[in-house]
C-alpha cells in the first residue's frame, strides 16, 4: 500500500511457491521489510543469522509441520512472535499452536485487512517486549548484588543468601536497623528474580495512617470512603507478576495483619467496597527494624503472620560490625557525588582512617550523609579528617559524651558494654538531631529515617522531651 507508515521484520515460512510469494508481496506492498523459507529447517538458518518481528508459518507442511517452528522459534528466538496460517477445516491445530505459545492465527484464505492487523499487533507486542527486557536489564545493572557494597565476611554471606533466596518465590523478611540498606537488599532480590521484568513496588507502612494503607495496598471502589471519587486499584494489583515491598511492617495494626495474612494465604485481595477478591500473582519481601519475635510475644504482632513472612529471613548487618566496609563505602558515596555534581573530590588517608573510627548509630546512611556534606562544604577538593568534626578523632578518643567498646576512658575505668555503648551514641544522635531541627519531631524522623511512633519510643527510652 503506497505511502504505509509500518514497520517491522516478518519471516513467511510456507512450503507452496505460490502461497509464500504472494503473502510477501502482500506485507511487503504494507511496508514491511520480509524474508521467506520453503521449509522448517530454511527459516531456522534465517532466523538464527538475524532478529525477526514475527514468524508468519503454514501449519500443514513437511516434513516438518508450523508447531515444529514454533517450536525452533521459541528456542532460538522468544520474543519473536509466531503467527500460524491454517485452513478453515484445522482451526483446531491452531489453537493447540496458540497454546503452545504462538501469538495468534488467521485462517487460509485470508484478507488483505485480517493479515495485516495481526502482523501488526505482533510487531507491536514485540516492541513492548523488547522495551521491558530493557528495563529488567536496567533493573538488573541498578540494584543486582553489586549494588551493595561490602567485602566483608558478613557482606559475602548476606550476598550469598540474597543470590540463593532470589531463585525462589518464598516470602523474604529483612531484618535490620535503620539505614542499613533494607530497600537495597529488597531490590537485589527481585533484580536477581525470574520476576525481574515485573515491577517492583515499594511502600513503608509507617507513613501511612490504617485507612491510607488499606487503600494504597488492595485498592478502593468509586465512593467506598469520603474522599474516594474514582476506583483504584491497590500496589498489590500494580505488583502483580512481580515483587512488593513492604517495609516497617511492624507499624500496622492487627486489623490490616489479618488482611495482609489472608492476601499471602489466597493469593487474592478485596479492595475496598468491593465484594469480589481479585486474584494476585506477588512475591512478598517485607522488613523491620524492630524485633519482631518480641512484638508478637507482646501481641502488637500476629504469629501466624510472623511465620508467614519469616520463611527466609535475612539479616543486614549495622555498620559497626563491619567496619572494614567503610573505606569502600566511602570511595563510593563520593564517587556518586562527584559524578552528579561535576566535582572531583577525593579522600585523604587520614580522612579515611578518621571515617573507620567513628561507630555510626545511624549506620549507612550516616556515612553517607556524611561524605555528601563533607564534600559539599570542603574549600578544597581533597576531604580531610576536619571535614567530619562529628567523627571521633583517629586515635580513638570519642566525641563528646560518646564513649567506645574496648577503649579504655580517660579515668582508667574499665571500658563500657557494647549496649551502653550504643544506647549512648543513639542519645546522642537523637539529642543533636533534636537540636539541629529546633525540636520539629517530624524532622527529626525524617532525618534519622525512622517513624514518628519510633521516634517517640526512643525519646521516651532515653527520657527527653522536646
Known sequence: MEGSTRSGSVLVVDDQKNMRTTTALLLRDEGYEVADAASVE????????????????????????????????????????????????????AVEAMRRGAFDYVAKPFKVPELTIRVEKAVERRRLLSQVSLFAEDFRR?????????????????????????????TVLILGESGTGKELVAR????????????????????????????????????????????RRGLFEEADGGTLFIDEVTETTLAFQAKLLRAIQEHEIRRIGESQPVK????????????????????????DLYYR??????????????????PLLAQHFL??????????????ADAVRHLCSWSYPGNVRELENAIERAAALTDCDELAPRDFPFVPAANGVGAPGLAFPGLPTADGSPPPSLEDTLASAEKGALVTALARNENDLLMVARELGISSTTLWRKMKRHKLTR
Open 280 to 303: 494476585v500473582d506477588v512475591r512478598l519481601v517485607t522488613a523491620t527494624n524492630q524485633d519482631l519475635q518480641r512484638a508478637v510475644s507482646e501481641r502488637r504482632f500476629r504469629e
Open 142 to 170: 541498578l540494584h543486582g548484588l553489586h549494588s551493595i557494597v561490602g567485602q566483608s565476611e558478613l557482606m559475602r554471606r548476606l550476598g550469598q543468601q540474597i543470590a540463593r533466596a532470589a531463585t525462589s518465590d518464598a
Open 335 to 348: 564517587n556518586r557525588y562527584n559524578t552528579r555534581s561535576g566535582m572531583r573530590r577525593r579522600l585523604s
Open 309 to 326: 513472612l519469616a520463611v527466609v529471613p535475612l539479616k543486614v548487618p549495622p555498620q559497626r560490625e563491619r567496619l572494614e566496609d567503610v
Open 42 to 93: 530454511e527459516a531456522v538458518v534465517l532466523l538464527a543469522a538475524r532478529p525477526f518481528d514475527v514468524v508468519l508459518t503454514d501449519l500443514q507442511m513437511e516434513p516438518h509441520d508450523g508447531l515444529e517452528m514454533l517450536r525452533r522459534a521459541n528456542s532460538i528466538a522468544p520474543s519473536t512472535q509466531v503467527i500460524v496460517m491454517t485452513a478453515y477445516g484445522t482451526i483446531e491445530s
Open 188 to 231: 537485589a532480590l527481585h533484580a536477581l528474580s525470574k520476576r525481574c521484568d515485573k515491577p517492583f513496588v515499594a511502600v513503608n507502612c509507617a507513613a501511612m495512617t490504617e485507612t491510607l494503607l488499606d487503600s494504597e495496598l488492595f485498592g478502593h471502589a468509586k465512593g467506598a470512603f469520603t474522599g474516594a471519587i474514582k476506583a
